[in-house]
T-cell receptor, first 116, second 113 residues
Framework: AQKVTQAQTEISVVEKEDVTLDCVYE???????LFWYKQPPSGELVFLIR??????QNEISGRYSWNFQKSTSSFNFTITASQVVDSAVYFC?????????????FGKGTTLSVSS | NAGVTQTPKFQVLKTGQSMTLQCAQD?????MSWYRQDPGMGLRLIHY???????DQGEVPNGYNVSRSTTEDFPLRLLSAAPSQTSVYFC????????????FGPGTRLTVT
């Protein structure tokens, strides 16, 4: 069965610290897609990244980076030099290519609080 | 281009009342979905549609109905509201079903007393 686990419920850091948000997934499909979404205090869901199961290259976008490792079924998200504006709930999500209608399977989210 | 819009933003219902949450998108997306978000639970899929006239159930469909008469609109109906349906509801659309970015609406916060 498909599942996304975000073991860290809440993380608190001080500005400029680096922080890594963990995501572990379960799927039987060989073709699948992984996502990260950000939900700031205003409540909307902001797409951050999409990664398919055939592309294990790490990705960096400004202060954000993602480490995809199929061997450990993980898709971790690192924020470098965190800022107060990074405070939000972050969701990892899974989409399987062979199962119609599942759309996105979300983890329970990690609440990140960055203090100044 | 308004993207995905949802109305109302907030709603309070009494147990047993019915109502419809509205969702519309102007991106000509074939795929639309409804999720609910509960504290500590992430988002869970209620119903989805792969095109006008085609809908199916997601993970938590009980107590909800949907229909899709046009590409643009995907309303969610609560037939007889229950306190367990107190939640934040998100509508999403995409141009594909798997592996593509879902565009989310701003959400509707529903409280059932």
């Amino acid at each position: 069965a498909q599942k996304v686990t975000q073991a860290q419920t809440e993380i608190s850091v001080v500005e400029k610290e680096d922080v890594t948000l963990d995501c572990v997934y379960e799927t039987r499909d060989t073709t699948y897609y992984l996502f990260w979404y950000k939900q700031p205090p205003s409540g909307e869901l902001v797409f951050l990244i999409r990664r398919n199961s055939f592309d294990e290259q790490n990705e960096i976008s400004g202060r954000y980076s993602w480490n995809f490792q199929k061997s450990t079924s993980s898709f971790n998200f690192t924020i470098t030099a965190s800022q107060v504006v990074d405070s939000a709930v972050y969701f990892c999500a899974l989409s399987e290519a062979n199962q119609a209608g599942t759309a996105l399977i979300f983890g329970k989210g990690t609440t990140l609080s960055v203090s100044s | 281009n308004a993207g995905v819009t949802q109305t109302p933003k907030f709603q309070v219902l009494k147990t047993g009342q019915s109502m419809t949450l509205q969702c519309a998108q102007d991106m000509n997306h074939e795929y639309m979905s409804w999720y609910r978000q509960d504290p500590g639970m992430g988002l869970r899929l209620i119903h989805y549609s792969v095109g006008a006239g085609i809908t199916d159930q997601g993970e938590v469909p009980n107590g909800y109905n949907v229909s899709r008469s046009t590409t643009e609109d995907f309303p969610l109906r609560l037939l007889s509201a229950a306190p367990s349906q107190t939640s934040v509801y998100f509508c999403a659309s995409s141009y594909g079903l798997a592996g593509v970015e879902q565009y989310f609406g701003p959400g509707t916060r529903l409280t059932v007393t």
